[in-house]
């Protein structure tokens, strides 16, 4: 029989004689741990943060001597007033529950409160401030990547599966670039040291091996796990590298002390290879537009060149034919020759009839003209001598006013004129005085006098 729906009010003698499914049996365990234990407040260590694409926060809560898995949904995580990272101390309500899919044991998170940063983020917050104040993440110093390096040399554990990521990721994008492994645990106690024997041994034997860049991978983990990359000797192993050296551990949102110390970061041990292999990968790129502009150069100029002999072939014609075709080329413009003469010709002949057309309706009448021409000459003629008779009139007519009006004609009246000392008319008896010298013209002479006394009207 299977069971089904389990009540609290069934007691442990009625369910031992049950054959319980195992969805039941977690139903039954998630009921008991929900009703028996209330809603509390839970404290200890954020770590294996995760944010589902949904909303919901998954982590794990911890202290130095235990850890439970914990779920928090989204209606709840979206009214946070801070957000979890890993290493944070926190104080969580929680409800202990049982997911009953795996079965696994898990506290469902009402609220959560800061309560203090965890022992590890605080060491790892101490570490990267005083590293920092030091210079050892000056931004001056970080080496760029050489875009094509002879050989890469990998510092990581033969078994992680950063390791495998790598090499699929350089195989994939630079499959002739050479790799040494330089093996070292990336997780323990003595994980850090042994993480930087090796890297001071790349660097060491980097002439030897034929390496020009280093990288330094692991997978993702909780914050215990990445713990050897947050060493102080690491770092300053790193920093002192004769190479450069890529970081790439962890996931996108996890920062170790080496990230900073790196001379670059990659979000993941794969964006480590990406970065490692970026300049051959983009000359691929290159090579291969470069290839395609070339075989589409070499097309169209081969296309041209297939043009240009057709043409040419077009040209081509044998002597005869030529021969064949300047004939009746020549005899086609004769044709033409002739048409145009005799065109040319017949224009010519119209032309000349309506000329002589015009010629004898424009022919002048000469007996006509000559008459004409001779009554001109008589009008001529007597419009001259009209014209000087009337001239000869208005001449005396001139000649007779003109001697009317000459002074000697004057004179001859009875007129005279007198005279000054200097010779100027007197017209007025207040102009000499007694005595003075006068002279006055009479129509035969001159009188010289002198002046005994004036008379005025």
Same mark, same amino acid.
């Given at each position: ?29 998630? *009921?008991?741990? *929900? ?36 779920? #928090? ?14 290493? #944070? ?39 990267? *401030? ?210 145009? #003469? ?13 000329? *002589? ?101």
């Amino acid at each position: 029989m299977n069971f089904t729906d389990p009540t609290p009010e069934k007691t442990p003698l009625s369910l031992s004689a049950q054959v319980l499914t195992v969805s039941a049996l977690n139903r039954l365990a998630r *009921e008991v741990l *929900e009703s028996s234990i209330p809603l509390l407040w839970v404290a200890g260590e954020i770590s294996n943060l995760t944010r589902a694409a949904s909303g919901h926060l998954y982590f794990t809560l911890k202290d130095e001597q235990a850890q439970v898995r914990c779920a #928090m949904w989204r209606n709840r995580a979206q009214l946070l007033a801070f957000r979890p990272e890993n290493g #944070m101390r926190v104080e969580a309500r929680a409800l202990v529950t049982l997911y009953e899919v795996r079965g696994d044991y898990q506290l469902g998170i009402e609220a959560l409160r800061p309560a203090g940063i965890g022992n590890l983020f605080e060491a790892f917050t101490r570490l990267k *401030e005083k590293l920092a104040a030091e210079g050892l993440f000056d931004p001056l110093l970080k080496r760029p990547l050489p875009p094509f390096p002879r050989g890469i040399g990998i510092v990581t554990s033969p078994a992680a599966a950063a390791l495998r990521d790598v090499l699929a990721t350089l195989r994939r994008r630079a499959p002739q670039l050479p790799v040494v492994l330089y093996p070292a645990p990336v997780q323990g106690q003595d994980a850090a040291a042994k993480l930087a024997i090796a890297l001071e041994q790349a660097g060491k034997r980097a002439d030897r091996d034929g390496i020009d860049l280093i990288l330094l991978v692991r997978g993702g983990g909780s914050i215990e796990d990445l713990q050897a990359f947050n060493d102080e000797a690491l770092a300053r192993t790193i920093r002192c590298s004769p190479i450069p050296v890529v970081s790439g551990v962890g996931h996108e949102t996890d920062f170790t002390i080496a990230d900073f110390a790196a001379d670059l970061r990659a979000a993941t041990p794969t964006g480590a290879a990406e970065l490692a292999s970026a300049g051959f990968h983009a000359a691929q790129d290159r090579l291969a537009t470069a290839g395609h502009r070339l075989t589409h150069a070499l097309r169209r100029r081969l296309e041209s060149a297939a043009q240009r002999v057709d043409r040419a072939a077009l040209q081509l014609v044998h002597p005869r034919q030529r021969l064949q075709r300047a004939r009746a080329d020549i005899d086609a413009l004769s044709r033409r020759l002739r048409t145009a #003469m005799t065109q040319q010709l017949q224009r010519a002949r119209h032309a000349h009839g309506r000329l *002589e057309l015009r010629l004898a309706t424009r022919r002048p009448d000469l007996a006509r003209e000559r008459d004409r021409q001779r009554q001109l000459a008589l009008r001529l003629t007597r419009a001259a001598d009209l014209w000087l008779h009337h001239r000869h009139q208005q001449l005396d007519t001139l000649r007779a006013h003109l001697q009317h009006l000459a002074p000697e004609a004057v004179l001859a009246r009875g007129y005279s004129i007198a005279r000054d000392a200097t010779g100027s008319i007197l017209r007025s008896t207040a102009a000499v005085q007694v005595g003075d010298a006068v002279s006055v013209q009479l129509a035969d002479g001159t009188l010289h006098t002198q002046v005994n006394r004036t008379t005025p009207d």
